[in-house]
């Protein structure tokens, strides 16, 4: 049965990640990539990865996606303005970049494979998923994590300082104007 | 066909489809007569009979309600987004479903036990922003819009507190499993350790179900109707169906997390769902009465209640049950 789900959710998958490229709608393509994240979540979830595939869909589908779409809905994206030279410049771009990627599919399916095993071991105890990955994520990786959360925070901050310091710089010049006598 | 009874990843597949009929069965069921009751019950705050003329005791009025629903005309306006119109209403009602296969109605009654129900809950919760959003912005009304818009903003905040709130109860069993959760209550219900994560999980259970005294997303009075302002017919009903299911799912929760779940005294083994399901009466009641009590949030009080108290209250209290759990296990 698993070979089946798993057929099942890497064309979901597939599938919508082509959707997500070429629709032309941007709202409906942020809608693909969120089948693409719970599709992906499903595939961990065959792995057994139970604690990764519903982070995926809390993290990625349930939070980033929703922000996403809220930025492409309300600023009300159309299709970007572009001279003739950008989309030159770009479809050149595109083709070389393309040519590259077939060639690296190329080398990589000439090479010789032999079937192997399609999952590796379980590595835990089925039941430790999320245990699991709270003992590496606090014993073996916890000087990146520590970083990680420190860089967040720092461009947090950084945000806020920004978004914060443009308004108030606004306020403090209405301030100055009214003081002067008043704007025209 | 004997080879096949007898696999069991048949019996397995077989079992489950047949628990989630029931389960799917008896909710639609519980909604309509939970609108009953709110009507009836809000009659009563406000001094009124509710409804009682279809059928004895008024009785026979979802049925009334449901066929009259879809009897009425279906409305699209011009330049609404076809496609995503039609999806928001499907989205409203999926999560609350999903959720139900890892409540633990009873000893033996769970669709599927995963060792990450909590988080399966949490990420079902998450989805719910998608239908309330797409619906505000597909309908192509401005006060659908400003209600889909408002509805994001809040339940991305509320459902920080919420995931936070939780984590003190993870801390006590040790589990993510809700099946393990509950069977560590068996002595004492969590929300006698856990008395403020209850409140914080019972005030953002209001802010996720968009149930007043936090229903902006469709304050009658400012934005028509909110993001179901250009809906009709069943599509309507879709809403507020999810609306229902969404507010089920999350008692449903509240009980396995801080009430026990199906512990109780006196009743035998097979019988202990009914627990769960007093528990869940009680706490459903507890969602009708503050409907009807509370008047409506302004919106910048909602965002200062989340961020500024809410927030904050919630990660104290993780520390503070880290901290005493640390003090018990080395006492030991």
Redesign the interface.
Known sequence: MIPFLFIGFAVLLVASSLMVILHRNPVTSALFLVLAFCSLAGIYLLLHAEFVGLVQVIVYAGAIMVLFLFVIMYMNLQKDEESGLQSALRRALGWLLGALLAAEAWMLVRGRWAPGPVAPQTLAPPAGNTQQVGLALYSRYLFPFEITSMLLLVAMVGVIVIARGRAAAARDAAARDGGEGGTP | MAALIANP?AQFVFWALLKIVVILGAMLGVVSYLIYAERKIAGHIQARVGPNRVGPLGLLQPIADVLKLFFKEEFIPDDA?K??FHIAPILAVLPALVTFSVVPIGPNFIVTD???GL??F??MS??G??SI??AG?SSNNKYALIGG?RS?AQM?SY?LAMGLSTIGVLLLAGS?SLLDIVHAQERMWFVVYQPVAFVIFMITAFAETNRAPFDLPEAEAELVAGFHTEYSSMKFGMFFLGEFMNVIAICSIAVTLFLGGWNGPWLPEPLKFLWFFAKLGVLLFFFIWVRWTYPRLRYDQLMHFGWKVLLPLALANVVLTGAGLYWVGTRS
């Open positions: 990843d987004n496609v995503i995963i060792n990450v988080l399966l949490l990420a998450s989805l922003v998608y959003t797409l912005w818009l994001s991305i459902e993510l």
